[in-house]
T-cell receptor
Framework: DTGVSQDPRHKITKRGQNVTFRCDPI?????LYWYRQTLGQGPEFLTY????????KSRLLSDRFSAERPKGSFSTLEIQRTEQGDSAMYLC????????????FGPGTRLTVL | DAKTTQPNSMESNEEEPVHLPCNHS???????IHWYRQLPSQGPEYVIH???SNVNNRMASLAIAEDRKSSTLILHRATLRDAAVYYC????????????FGKGTLLTVNP
């Protein structure tokens, strides 16, 4: 399967713990995006990489959140000191650079903070 | 970002056409109109996009009003697999990489 993969698919953690999610984009895609989706809402943009450079971070991405994309391949999203409000689906997408190229989404990681 | 208005929900019968409307009256002249859909328990998937002319692909057709203030996604023969939330997203300008999803339209397809 050459689609976008995310790991883990589900994560349950206690408030205050740190969690890390991984995203493997489609191999030739140089753009990678993270979105967050809460129940009943559409996904919200968090951050975006072109190759290894993080080019934009949403105001939603507090200091407790950090994302990396070493070597422009896979990406990780870490949340430190999780809060109950962080419970959501975290979606990763990738695309080729260029205007209006379609984004291919992974299945998401569902985070539950107890 | 241009604001969009879509019905919260719509219902269709299997094998009938479905017309999903979207109002985007504040769209800029260079924004493309993208449609994505999200099946239950999956990430969103691209459906179609266009600028001014009507567009067709294997999944759907996109009809864009002449003033570009609205568009309609057309599924020619709905199947049960088309049951999903459909999002209309103007995209362009300096943020042509960032999808801004609204709440979308939940399409129910009856057998």
């Amino acid at each position: 399967d050459t689609g976008v993969s995310q790991d883990p698919r589900h994560k349950i953690t206690k408030r205050g713990q740190n969690v890390t999610f991984r995203c493997d984009p489609i191999s030739e895609h140089n753009r990678l995006y993270w979105y967050r989706q809460t129940l009943g809402q559409g996904p919200e943009f968090l951050t975006y990489f072109q190759n290894e450079a993080q080019l934009e971070k949403s105001r939603l991405l507090s200091d407790r959140f950090s994302a990396e994309r070493p070597k422009g391949s896979f990406s990780t999203l870490e949340i430190q000191r999780t809060e109950q409000g962080d419970s959501a689906m975290y979606l990763c997408a990738s695309s080729l650079a260029g205007k209006y190229n379609e984004q291919f989404f992974g299945p998401g990681t569902r985070l539950t903070v107890l | 970002d241009a604001k969009t208005t879509q019905p919260n929900s719509m219902e269709s019968n299997e094998e009938e056409p479905v017309h999903l409307p979207c109002n985007h009256s504040t769209i800029s002249g260079t924004d493309y109109i993208h449609w994505y859909r999200q099946l239950p328990s999956q990430g969103p998937e691209y459906v179609i996009h266009g600028l001014t002319s009507n567009v067709n692909n294997r999944m759907a057709s996109l009809a864009i009003a002449e003033d570009r203030k609205s568009s309609t996604l057309i599924l020619h023969r709905a199947t049960l697999r088309d049951a999903a939330v459909y999002y209309c997203i103007p995209l362009g300008g300096g943020s042509n990489y960032k999808l801004t999803f609204g709440k979308g339209t939940l399409l129910t397809v009856n057998p």
